[in-house]
């Protein structure tokens, strides 16, 4: 709606996709990394263009988008598979897992339905290109229309990326017997993932996010945790509202990350080793493994969600699951007084999945709802509780907004969101002494933070002029390109009852060594 108002869609490609999102210039909160996502942003104008502000329109497009995913997880199990039926259970069971309404549901969840449309119609096209009998126009065309879906699926979302490694390995001569064949086969993709980062390094001034610092080995570690955790929670209906990983992941002990660490080289061993008799199972792990481990980078912040991470992994892992599970009942058949009830046991598996998804739908009814289900699931976790929180804020309802806030900051207390939001409950609500007794508490706990300056900034605007115009240079200082900084700058400058005695009071401190380079930097 703020693309339509402003009648400029195509900015979606010179833009940061979070900044837009935040309506900020820069990154308002404490995001591990930066987003660059213009297709999806683009589709979303679409559907406002052609619905108005009709939520069924853009809920209509999530579903086709959801169904033409389906039809290409089919297509691909058809071929991997080779049996009809096999391609069905594969599809049929992609479609229903429960896990991944938060995708398909859930309106933001386009980002991954374009993407892996987007992925999945390029390696359709790729390996049909390739089949016998193919003119080389037709080939040319195929690899041509492959590198143009692949472009779009990594404009959708970036982690379409790392499935390279994965189609480069297609476990079949199809896209060629040697490295250098396949990797010719591969040029349109190759050529279509160097384009996208050039771009995405050009608007993001560089790609951010990938220095190692403690925050990237703590990713690291929980990388195995995650890749386990995904492949129980698609065959096991466990959850299916959106998780903070980052605290279930903290919950972890060390142990516990070793064992997950263990267990997880175990299964590559194994995988490894019968890839040449289990070539499906072992790709299609291999797809899910390089498609989902990027988002390990999350895990250490707050991120809320898991099933729409988890919605590109699993269109391919399911077939290599089908696979193996056609393999054990084969195995099993032998010694069974009725082979037909391992058929029927899939038939009722997808049975219990429509029904679990089919209650998992309701809890995407809307925000409260939604809020709801989290904090009925989660209770001893912050998100729940804090999202409560923010959407009373939003609503205006300040008093009713700080115990939920408060609860939220409890339970996790390094979480500068929640200390930030609780702030500005309490100074909305007119408690600014205890505003100011959190705000100095997080420029302690985070001495290099924008938001704890500009609380502070806030709760001693009419109290402490002096105090206050030191804390927003704090602010600026800590985050010259701060937007909100800026505009608290611009506000006690020239808007507020005591501007004159605030400029006085900026004049002055500019005039110290510490913020004396800021001056030069800051409009006058």
């Given at each position: ?280 199972e072992s790709w299609s792990a291999l797809w899910f493994s390089c498609a989902l481990a990027p988002v390990a980078l999350t895990t250490t912040e707050l991120w809320p969600g898991f099933g729409r991470h988890v919605y590109l992994p699993w269109s391919i892992g399911v077939i290599g699951a089908v696979a193996a599970g056609a393999r054990a009942g084969h195995a099993l058949a032998p010694y069974l007084r009725v082979p037909r009830v391992l058929t029927l046991f899939a038939y009722a598996y997808l049975g219990l999945l429509f029904l679990r998804s089919h209650v998992a739908v309701y809890d995407w009814a809307d925000e409260a709802t939604l809020i709801a289900s989290i904090a009925r699931a989660a209770p001893e976790r912050s998100h729940g509780h804090g999202m409560l929180g923010v959407a009373l804020l939003n609503q205006r309802r300040y008093a009713e907004a700080v115990p939920e806030l408060v609860r939220a ?116």
């Amino acid at each position: 709606s703020k693309l339509h108002a402003q009648g400029a869609p195509w900015r979606v490609f010179g833009t940061s996709t979070l900044a837009l999102v935040l309506d900020s210039g820069a990154r308002a909160l404490d995001q591990p990394l930066d987003l660059y996502r213009p297709f999806t942003l683009l589709s979303f104008y679409a559907g406002y263009a052609w619905g108005g502000g009709l939520t069924i329109v853009q809920h209509l497009i999530n579903t086709l988008l959801h169904l033409s995913c389906v039809s290409l997880v089919y297509l691909h199990a058809r071929r991997l598979l080779q049996d009809a039926r096999a391609a069905l259970i594969a599809a049929a069971w992609f479609g229903l897992t429960p896990l991944l309404t938060e995708a398909h549901v859930w309106i933001s969840g386009r980002f991954d339905l374009l993407s892996t449309a987007c992925g999945l119609l390029a390696l359709w096209l790729l390996v049909l290109g390739r089949d016998a009998g193919r003119t080389r126009f037709v080939q040319g065309a195929c690899a041509l229309a492959a590198g143009g879906a692949f472009s779009l699926g990594l404009l959708a979302k970036e982690p379409l990326l790392f499935t390279l490694p994965a189609i480069a390995l297609w476990p079949s001569s199809a896209l060629g017997v040697t490295w250098r064949a396949r990797l010719r086969t591969l040029l349109p993709l190759l050529v279509a993932s160097v384009l996208y980062l050039a771009l995405r390094a050009h608007v993001l001034s560089g790609v951010a996010g990938l220095e190692l610092s403690s925050a990237r080995w703590r990713a690291l570690a929980n990388a195995p945790v995650l890749l386990l955790d995904a492949a129980l929670n698609v065959v096991v209906p466990l959850w299916s509202y959106p998780r903070a990983l980052n605290e279930d992941y903290a919950a972890i002990a060390p142990l516990g990350q070793a064992l997950c660490a263990l267990l997880l080289l175990a299964l590559c061993a194994f995988l490894f080793r019968v890839r040449a008799r289990a070539r499906v199972e072992s790709w299609s792990a291999l797809w899910f493994s390089c498609a989902l481990a990027p988002v390990a980078l999350t895990t250490t912040e707050l991120w809320p969600g898991f099933g729409r991470h988890v919605y590109l992994p699993w269109s391919i892992g399911v077939i290599g699951a089908v696979a193996a599970g056609a393999r054990a009942g084969h195995a099993l058949a032998p010694y069974l007084r009725v082979p037909r009830v391992l058929t029927l046991f899939a038939y009722a598996y997808l049975g219990l999945l429509f029904l679990r998804s089919h209650v998992a739908v309701y809890d995407w009814a809307d925000e409260a709802t939604l809020i709801a289900s989290i904090a009925r699931a989660a209770p001893e976790r912050s998100h729940g509780h804090g999202m409560l929180g923010v959407a009373l804020l939003n609503q205006r309802r300040y008093a009713e907004a700080v115990p939920e806030l408060v609860r939220a900051h409890a339970l996790a207390p390094n979480q500068l969101l929640w200390a930030s939001r609780l702030g500005t409950a309490l100074l909305f609500s007119g408690q600014k002494q205890a505003a100011l007794a959190l705000a100095e508490h997080e420029i302690v706990t985070h001495p290099d933070a924008p938001e704890p300056q500009l609380l502070a900034a806030y709760a001693t605007l009419d109290s402490d002029q002096a105090a206050s115009a030191r804390h927003v240079l704090e602010c600026l200082l800590h985050d010259p390109n701060n937007m909100q900084c800026g505009e608290a700058l611009a506000f006690i400058r020239s808007k507020h009852p005591n501007a004159a005695r605030f400029r006085l009071e900026l004049d002055r401190l500019f005039a110290q060594p510490r913020w004396s380079a800021l001056a030069s930097r800051l409009p006058r």
